[in-house]
Each structure stands twice: as C-alpha cells, then as structure tokens.
Nanobody
Framework: VQLQASGGGLVQAGGSLRLSCAAS????????MGWFRQAPGKEREFVGA????????NYADSVKGRFTISRDNAKNTVYLQMNSLKPEDTAVYYC???????????????WGQGTLVTVSS
C-alpha cells in the first residue's frame, strides 16, 4: 500500500483545513486508517483513526470535537477535516494504514510522506 497525504498549508487560528490521503491498491477497504502528527522536537502522536467501513472512529482528546475523520472506499481516500485550529495543532500530519484501531505508531504498517500544517496565532 502506498499512501499520499495532501492538503496541508498555512491557516490562521480558528480556521479550517481538510487533509486527504490517497491510497494505491485494491485493498484499501481492508485497512484501518489512522492520522498522526509530529511537531518539531516532539514525538509522533495519535490524532485519530477510522475503521474499515467508516462506522467507527477514535480521536485523541486534544482534537475531539474539532477534527473529523472520514473515508471514501470507492475513491481509496481518507480525510481529516480540521476545524477551530489552534497554534498547537501545527505539525506534520501523517496518514497510516494498519490492521486495527490503535493509538501507537507501531501498530500501523504503511505510512504516507506527511503534509505540513501551520496554524498562525
């Protein structure tokens, strides 16, 4: 599986962005998809994940109520809608695929290249 994340950019605090992650291959719907982020000097942290069908999601407390993950299996794409962005959301955002919803990076097998989100105050 190859993953390609896009949609990052510069946004003011309180604004919104939608990230996309396009996957290659015909088995996209068999993978749980996760989003992680990594700020400069910090460890990669869990943002959220979505089940194979899209019926279940799980979010980090820091983004719950502001971020929404969705997927379109027909388009082999997962999305991260980010609203009410804060400067502390500034990071490189990565998508990843794996067999189950877990919150640690080691639980995911394939990773996209990352897309930078910068939130100005």
């Amino acid at each position: 599986v190859q993953l390609q994340a896009s949609g990052g950019g510069l946004v003011q605090a309180g604004g919104s962005l939608r990230l996309s992650c396009a996957a290659s291959g015909r088995t996209f719907s068999s993978y749980v998809m996760g989003w992680f982020r990594q700020a400069p000097g910090k460890e990669r942290e869990f943002v959220g994940a979505i089940s194979r069908s899209g019926s279940m999601t799980n979010y980090a407390d820091s983004v719950k109520g502001r971020f929404t993950i969705s997927r379109d299996n027909a388009k082999n794409t997962v999305y991260l809608q980010m609203n009410s962005l804060k400067p502390e959301d500034t990071a490189v955002y990565y998508c990843a695929s794996g067999p189950r919803i877990v919150r640690w990076p080691g639980g995911y097998d394939y990773w996209g290249q990352g897309t930078l989100v910068t939130v100005s105050s």
